[in-house]
């Protein structure tokens, strides 16, 4: 498909980048938009309050270009809670103060529709004409903006957002501070000015040559009809996903077409599941009928116009979490995903790999990975769209990267983790591992949210809000550092390593000399502090593995070797290593991202077998980390080595919170 522009637009065509674009929906309710509702209730003229109501169908129009076209579509409400808590009395009192005969009803009072613009009343809720897909995101917001108070700016970061056309109601009022919000975050946005009106026809216009005028100081503004002459020029494939693609965006499409149903994939699964070598994968296998009473009745499964995002798509978690009770995993089902079974993993808890016998994808010679290895072969063996894991150390990377997935650490805090067993739960992060770096963030982005109540959550405050590149990492660059020591790592890995880097460069990255070694020292101190955690929390020895009752006794050892006063002294120590690390981030000289091998070198079977310990510690020479320090990785497969061409995982890591720009640039990797 030829890049999509918005040619008419002024001050200049307004550029619509594949995968970057979204339509965003300004509060289309019924408060706003119907008789009855706050709006009209305020307002003193019926005639003027007609012209407000006129957008409703030029808007469904922009809306079913834009679905048609394979734009994202976000709608805002505007409203409140029951009680009133976030809406500061200025909003709810001053109209009234200023002229009580007109606004007799205010904010939180009963109207025709409800409780006006209060969460939950029929008024809050958008009208018909323009009703949300199941698979399109609401954002419920308390302000005259998106962004105030909202994660709007994580919601679209997460989806790699950059370019927005704003449409909805009303233009003075919440499309023009949600305009001028994004314009101080970095997106380019253009207002579609036959699909917004508002109340004062005189501040309207004004508002109208404000978001285009001095050349474009604030953006851009165009007709819908653009964007409608687009969608009825432009074809979109119908694709099928072939039975071994069973990737999200794969599925989706297929589904889209009508030629594939969520049966027959789910029927594929489970053939592949009687394998011999399935057996390594699974703890559980649900009953499959069982698995798919998460799709809608048998005669609604032909139609996905109007399915939630994940209808139909198969996943595995791993027995960590628990299925019954977690709210990750019950989203996912209530989302329409298929949960096929939980997937093994180490039994201590302390290992960056499983056993000696249980092996890689590509080479019953090495080993598989460790703690989430049941999560990592599963992805490799096509038993699922996506698994959810837990890592700790590395426990998810290290296997994704010797069976040649993909796996997404999120920021600690940022998906719910409750109900999830943990054995360090202050650094525990969800690990999401896809066969693309696309499957992976569209999980994040989708399940992403708050949640209060877990004492790991990270609330949106806590996340750090950046201007975006509206150019994207490619065009407009990113700069990058590597670690100092690469002692460890062989000379294959080595090799491998230096392609990736070649790689960053040639798809918009500047390599940033800079002195890491405040990663080299963290990693010396964290490991005892780590295996304290893991002992305090009940990691266990596995008795039927003597490499794992090594393992397991190397973790007792190191954990008895700290003192109470040792611990806090230590903990202090990576605080002010945390720190130095985080300062080499900012500023003009700063870098977005560290570029490391996920692990140093692919250990034979035996090796493992022989000396435990040493392999075990060595593997988390760049994972270990991460977590500790709040950052946020991805490992992709990026490249071959020796003769069996087993696969090279290379990692991206970011600070807390910087997972959009992260992925951002990991897609350049795809």
């Given at each position: 498909?030829?890049?999509?522009?918005?040619?008419?637009?002024?001050?200049?065509?307004?550029?619509?980048?594949?995968?970057?674009?979204?339509?965003?929906?300004?509060?289309?309710?019924?408060?706003?938009?119907?008789?009855?509702?706050?709006?009209?209730?305020?307002?003193?003229?019926?005639?003027?309050?007609?012209?407000?109501?006129?957008?409703?169908?030029?808007?469904?129009?922009?809306?079913?270009?834009?679905?048609?076209?394979?734009?994202?579509?976000?709608?805002?409400?505007?409203?409140?809670?029951?009680?009133?808590?976030?809406?500061?009395?200025?909003?709810?009192?001053?109209?009234?103060?200023?002229?009580?005969?007109?606004?007799?009803?205010?904010?939180?009072?009963?109207?025709?529709?409800?409780?006006?613009?209060?969460?939950?009343?029929?008024?809050?809720?958008?009208?018909?004409?323009?009703?949300?897909?199941?698979?399109?995101?609401?954002?419920?917001?308390?302000?005259?903006?998106?962004?105030?108070?909202?994660?709007?700016?994580?919601?679209?970061?997460?989806?790699?957002?950059?370019?927005?056309?704003?449409?909805?109601?009303?233009?003075?009022?919440?499309?023009?501070?949600?305009?001028?919000?994004?314009?101080?975050?970095?997106?380019?946005?253009?207002?579609?000015?036959?699909?917004?009106?508002?109340?004062?026809?005189?501040?309207?216009?004004?508002?109208?040559?404000?978001?285009?005028?001095?050349?474009?100081?604030?953006?851009?503004?165009?007709?819908?009809?653009?964007?409608?002459?687009?969608?009825?020029?432009?074809?979109v494939p119908q694709s099928v996903a072939a039975e071994y693609d069973i990737s999200i965006a794969s599925l989706r499409a297929a589904y889209r077409s009508g030629k594939l149903a969520p049966t027959k994939?789910?029927?594929?699964?489970?053939?592949?599941?009687?394998?011999?070598?399935?057996?390594?994968?699974?703890?559980?296998?649900?009953?499959?009928?069982?698995?798919?009473?998460?799709?809608?009745?048998?005669?609604?499964?032909?139609?996905?116009?109007?399915?939630?995002?994940?209808?139909?798509?198969?996943?595995?978690?791993?027995?960590?979490?628990?299925?019954?009770?977690?709210?990750?995993?019950?989203?996912?089902?209530?989302?329409?995903?298929?949960?096929?079974?939980?997937?093994?993993?180490?039994?201590?808890?302390?290992?960056?790999?499983?056993?000696?016998?249980?092996?890689?994808?590509?080479?019953?010679?090495?080993?598989?990975?460790?703690?989430?290895?049941?999560?990592?072969?599963?992805?490799?063996?096509?038993?699922?769209?996506?698994?959810?894991?837990?890592?700790?150390?590395?426990?998810?990377?290290?296997?994704?990267?010797?069976?040649?997935?993909?796996?997404?650490?999120?920021?600690?805090?940022?998906?719910?983790?409750?109900?999830?067993?943990?054995?360090?739960?202050?650094?525990?992060?969800?690990?999401?591992?896809?066969?693309?770096?696309?499957?992976?963030?569209?999980?994040?982005?989708?399940?992403?949210?708050?949640?209060?109540?877990?004492?790991?959550?990270?609330?949106?405050?806590?996340?750090?809000?950046?201007?975006?590149?509206?150019?994207?990492?490619?065009?407009?660059?990113?700069?990058?550092?590597?670690?100092?020591?690469?002692?460890?790592?062989?000379?294959?890995?080595?090799?491998?390593?230096?392609?990736f880097v070649e790689k960053a460069k040639s798809v918009g990255g500047t390599l940033v000399p800079m002195d890491l070694s405040s990663l080299a020292k963290a990693t010396n101190v964290v490991g005892p502090?780590?295996?304290?955690?893991?002992?305090?929390?009940?990691?266990?020895?596995?008795?039927?593995?003597?490499?794992?009752?090594?393992?397991?006794?190397?973790?007792?050892?190191?954990?008895s070797s700290l003192s109470a006063v040792k611990v806090m002294q230590e903990m202090a120590a990576l605080r002010a290593l945390k720190t130095e690390l985080y300062l080499k981030f900012e500023g003009a000289?700063?870098?977005?991202?560290?570029?490391?091998?996920?692990?140093?070198?692919?250990?034979?079977?035996?090796?493992?077998?022989?000396?435990?310990?040493?392999?075990?510690?060595?593997?988390?020479?760049?994972?270990?980390?991460?977590?500790?320090?709040?950052?946020?990785?991805?490992?992709?497969?990026?490249?071959?080595?020796?003769?069996?061409?087993?696969?090279?995982?290379?990692?991206?890591?970011?600070?807390?919170?910087?997972?959009?720009?992260?992925?951002?640039?990991?897609?350049?990797?795809?």
């Amino acid at each position: 498909m030829a890049p999509l522009t918005l040619a008419p637009a002024q001050p200049m065509a307004f550029a619509m980048p594949e995968g970057r674009t979204a339509l965003v929906v300004i509060d289309m309710q019924k408060d706003f938009l119907l008789k009855g509702g706050y709006g009209f209730l305020q307002c003193p003229s019926e005639k003027v309050f007609e012209k407000v109501s006129s957008v409703i169908e030029p808007t469904a129009k922009a809306i079913a270009a834009a679905r048609k076209l394979g734009l994202h579509v976000i709608h805002t409400r505007e409203g409140h809670v029951e009680d009133l808590s976030d809406c500061p009395p200025t909003k709810r009192m001053r109209q009234q103060m200023t002229n009580p005969e007109r606004h007799k009803l205010v904010i939180g009072t009963d109207g025709p529709m409800g409780r006006l613009l209060v969460r939950g009343s029929d008024g809050h809720d958008i009208v018909d004409d323009v009703k949300p897909l199941k698979d399109e995101p609401v954002l419920d917001k308390p302000g005259k903006g998106s962004f105030y108070n909202t994660d709007f700016h994580q919601m679209l970061v997460s989806r790699g957002i950059t370019h927005i056309m704003l449409a909805g109601v009303t233009t003075e009022c919440c499309v023009a501070t949600t305009f001028r919000e994004a314009n101080d975050h970095g997106f380019e946005t253009c207002v579609l000015t036959d699909c917004t009106s508002g109340f004062d026809n005189q501040i309207v216009d004004a508002s109208m040559k404000h978001f285009c005028a001095f050349d474009g100081l604030l953006g851009y503004t165009c007709s819908s009809q653009p964007l409608l002459d687009l969608a009825a020029t432009v074809t979109v494939p119908q694709s099928v996903a072939a039975e071994y693609d069973i990737s999200i965006a794969s599925l989706r499409a297929a589904y889209r077409s009508g030629k594939l149903a969520p049966t027959k994939v789910v029927d594929y699964i489970y053939e592949q599941i009687l394998k011999p070598d399935a057996a390594a994968v699974f703890k559980t296998v649900i009953d499959k009928a069982e698995a798919l009473k998460t799709l809608p009745e048998a005669g609604v499964e032909a139609s996905f116009a109007d399915m939630p995002y994940f209808y139909g798509i198969p996943f595995t978690v791993s027995e960590s979490f628990d299925i019954e009770n977690s709210s990750l995993v019950k989203a996912l089902l209530k989302a329409g995903a298929i949960l096929i079974g939980t997937t093994k993993i180490e039994a201590s808890g302390a290992g960056l790999f499983a056993t000696a016998e249980v092996t890689s994808e590509y080479s019953s010679e090495y080993v598989a990975g460790g703690y989430s290895y049941g999560s990592a072969l599963a992805i490799a063996k096509g038993l699922g769209s996506f698994s959810l894991a837990l890592d700790t150390d590395g426990s998810a990377r290290v296997p994704v990267a010797f069976n040649g997935v993909v796996g997404y650490n999120v920021t600690k805090g940022l998906l719910p983790s409750d109900h999830v067993a943990k054995f360090c739960p202050s650094i525990d992060s969800i690990s999401i591992i896809a066969t693309t770096v696309h499957d992976a963030r569209v999980v994040f982005a989708e399940m992403r949210h708050q949640d209060l109540a877990n004492p790991y959550s990270a609330p949106d405050r806590y996340i750090p809000i950046k201007s975006i590149d509206f150019r994207g990492p490619k065009e407009g660059g990113f700069r990058f550092a590597v670690p100092d020591d690469l002692s460890l790592v062989s000379e294959e890995y080595k090799t491998a390593f230096s392609a990736f880097v070649e790689k960053a460069k040639s798809v918009g990255g500047t390599l940033v000399p800079m002195d890491l070694s405040s990663l080299a020292k963290a990693t010396n101190v964290v490991g005892p502090i780590i295996d304290t955690e893991r002992v305090a929390f009940g990691a266990k020895s596995s008795g039927d593995s003597e490499v794992l009752g090594k393992i397991y006794d190397a973790t007792v050892s190191s954990a008895s070797s700290l003192s109470a006063v040792k611990v806090m002294q230590e903990m202090a120590a990576l605080r002010a290593l945390k720190t130095e690390l985080y300062l080499k981030f900012e500023g003009a000289a700063g870098v977005d991202v560290l570029l490391m091998p996920t692990v140093p070198y692919q250990p034979l079977a035996s090796s493992v077998a022989s000396d435990p310990v040493r392999v075990n510690s060595e593997l988390g020479t760049f994972t270990k980390v991460t977590n500790v320090f709040e950052m946020c990785a991805v490992s992709v497969k990026a490249g071959e080595t020796g003769p069996l061409k087993l696969p090279f995982g290379g990692m991206i890591v970011a600070p807390m919170g910087m997972d959009g720009r992260m992925l951002d640039i990991a897609e350049l990797f795809a």
